[in-house]
């Protein structure tokens, strides 16, 4: 085995969680420069890694900086880590996430200690679930992301604080029982935990399986939790609106990203028979989410609950790609999780400094900022943009991909309608996001915002990072899609296209 790059990448934040949480004596501003040492080391070896992924065609499908090494044996578990072209983006931009969420936190006062101990550990968890390649240490991946998200929404949040992140666990764990029940059923039927191994030889195995379509369901249900998809998604505007700026990002950012991340991974892998068979159902769904997700988005007057709202939307355009089941829109599934990460943890990002700065988030007593915060109003107005899909961002390339990837897939027939009315989503985030900028930073000057501050050099600093993100794979898509492409190639393959 090669040098752990992968372990010192996912157990580094919580390394740095656990020297915060417990080295006595230490001040508010060595707890933060703590902090952003220990995320800013993942970001720098996830891009390393990034760079030194091998592009070449004789690499689809392979696991690459692998660690594999015994971890239970009576359950031949393994501590199995590795990561391929779909999760390899997903790992990096939740190291990216991570370190930005640290650096939007550098304002919080209350409880740093705690604060900071809990915000590495909710990172290394969600890059435990990226990079895990074994069933259980996924599922324990995935479970330790609680913990952490109930505390900082709970303690630092905002409103009905604590309703919220209750009603977050609940929902979560209901899915993860589940991902559990589905999980064990694999066990028993297969006697493997590993990803890789089921989904190499996946047709064999689900035919190993006597019942594959409940385990399909059971799967499919704890990720569209996670997702989230209509009518699971309750827990989300709740959660986001709630919650501190920098949890909202990594939320929205990277954690909802699970639920698409282990639909294409497991039931999609294992099952491949069976997503065909339920790939018009799920697709409705999607389609379903699109247009309500749209919908309701333009009936909100709380900014962070508008930008929420519209979360629904955008993965609904995740689901419309990945049971299209073909090699473009997978991509463009793949594509839309990265894009969304960065375009919607921006306008997080923005409507935190807006609450901070303005101390207003209604949008109906908003107005005129352009002039009190221009480089805020810019930034808002490029990650607005991004959000409705215009050429040379990255919100652009991903629904591109999605819809032609969707349109010409012939998962079933009649898809192509259901694009269509996906298309229409398009048209409705157009109208709420203008609509959202114009509200806030256009229209009347208001006197009493005279006196707010515009971003500070800090601000500025994370705001530009994402909107360079953002530009470049607008830009240049190519730099994501020739890895996620790779990833993807073996499931298309076990889907038959």
């Known amino acids: 085995m090669e040098l752990s790059y992968l372990s010192i990448l996912v157990?580094?934040?919580?390394?740095?969680?656990?020297?915060?949480?417990?080295?006595?004596?230490?001040?508010?501003?060595?707890i933060k420069r703590m902090a952003a040492v220990a995320s800013f080391i993942p970001l720098a070896l996830a891009i390393a890694l990034f760079a030194a992924f091998?592009?070449?065609?004789?690499?689809?499908?392979?696991?690459?900086?692998?660690?594999?090494?015994?971890?239970?044996?009576?359950?031949?578990?393994?501590?199995?880590?590795?990561?391929?072209?779909?999760?390899?983006?997903?790992?990096?931009?939740?190291?990216?996430?991570?370190?930005?969420?640290?650096?939007?936190?550098?304002?919080?006062?209350?409880?740093?200690?705690?604060?900071?101990?809990?915000?590495?550990?909710?990172?290394?968890?969600?890059?435990?679930?990226?990079a895990s390649l074994d069933l259980l240490l996924f599922f324990i991946f995935w479970e330790i992301e609680v913990?952490?998200?109930?505390?900082?929404?709970?303690?630092?949040?905002?409103?009905?604080?604590?309703?919220?992140?209750?009603?977050y666990v609940i929902?979560?764990?209901?899915?993860?029982?589940?991902?559990?029940?589905?999980?064990?059923?694999?066990?028993?039927?297969?006697?493997?935990?590993?990803?890789?191994?089921?989904?190499?030889?996946?047709?064999?195995?689900?035919?190993?399986?006597?019942?594959?379509?409940?385990?399909?369901?059971?799967?499919?249900i704890a990720f569209a939790v996670k997702l989230p998809v209509?009518?699971?998604?309750?827990?989300?505007?709740?959660?986001?609106?709630?919650?501190?700026?920098?949890?909202?990002?990594?939320?929205?950012?990277?954690?909802?990203?699970?639920?698409?991340?282990?639909?294409?991974?497991?039931?999609?892998?294992?099952?491949?028979?069976?997503?065909?068979?339920?790939?018009?159902f799920l697709v409705a769904l999607a389609i379903i989410g699109v247009l309500y997700g749209a919908a309701v988005t333009m009936r909100q007057t709380d900014v962070k609950r508008m930008v929420a709202y519209s979360s629904i939307s955008h993965m609904g355009y995740v689901l419309l790609g990945i049971f299209a089941l073909g090699q473009?829109?997978?991509?463009?599934?793949?594509?839309?999780?990265?894009?969304?990460?960065v375009v919607t943890g921006l306008m997080f990002a923005l409507a935190g400094l807006i609450i901070h700065n303005i101390h207003e988030r209604n949008l109906n007593k908003l107005g005129g900022l352009a002039r009190q915060a221009p480089v805020m109003a810019v930034v808002f107005s490029i990650a607005g943009l991004a959000s409705l899909g215009l050429p040379t961002t990255s919100g652009?390339?991903?629904?591109?991909?999605?819809?032609?990837?969707?349109?010409?897939?012939?998962?079933?027939?009649?898809?192509?309608v259901y694009t269509l009315l996906g298309v229409l989503g398009v048209v409705v985030t157009a109208g709420y996001i203008l609509w959202m900028v114009q509200r806030v930073f256009y229209g009347p000057v208001k006197e009493e915002f005279n006196?707010?501050?515009?971003?500070d050099a800090l601000e500025k600093v994370y705001t530009f990072v994402l909107v360079a993100v953002i530009m470049l794979v607008g830009i240049y898509p190519a730099i994501l899609t020739d890895v996620i492409r790779l990833g993807v190639s073996p499931v298309v393959g076990l889907l038959g296209g």
């Open 396 to 416: 652009f390339a991903a629904e591109f991909l999605v819809f032609v990837g969707s349109f010409t897939s012939t998962a079933f027939p009649g898809i192509q």
């Open 54 to 130: 091998d592009r070449s065609p004789a690499a689809a499908g392979l696991i690459q900086f692998e660690e594999k090494l015994p971890w239970i044996g009576p359950l031949n578990a393994y501590y199995h880590l590795g990561v391929d072209g779909l999760s390899l983006p997903l790992l990096l931009l939740t190291a990216l996430l991570g370190f930005l969420a640290v650096l939007i936190s550098w304002k919080v006062n209350l409880r740093v200690r705690e604060y900071f101990a809990w915000l590495l550990l909710l990172e290394t968890s969600i890059l435990g679930v990226f």
């Open 230 to 280: 209509f009518p699971l998604h309750t827990w989300l505007p709740d959660a986001h609106t709630d919650a501190p700026t920098a949890v909202s990002v990594m939320l929205a950012g990277v954690l909802i990203k699970m639920g698409g991340y282990g639909m294409i991974r497991l039931p999609l892998s294992f099952f491949p028979d069976v997503a065909r068979q339920y790939a018009q």
């Open 451 to 455: 006196g707010v501050k515009d971003a």
């Open 328 to 341: 473009v829109s997978l991509t463009g599934a793949a594509l839309q999780m990265f894009s969304h990460g």
């Open 171 to 220: 929902y979560t764990l209901f899915g993860s029982a589940f991902m559990l029940a589905g999980i064990l059923a694999m066990f028993f039927t297969t006697g493997s935990l590993s990803m890789v191994d089921i989904s190499q030889q996946g047709l064999g195995m689900a035919q190993s399986v006597m019942r594959p379509a409940p385990i399909f369901l059971l799967l499919i």
């Open 11 to 30: 157990f580094l934040p919580a390394i740095g969680a656990a020297l915060v949480a417990f080295i006595p004596g230490l001040s508010a501003g060595v």
């Open 147 to 167: 913990i952490p998200m109930y505390f900082l929404i709970s303690i630092w949040g905002t409103g009905r604080r604590e309703y919220s992140a209750t009603k």
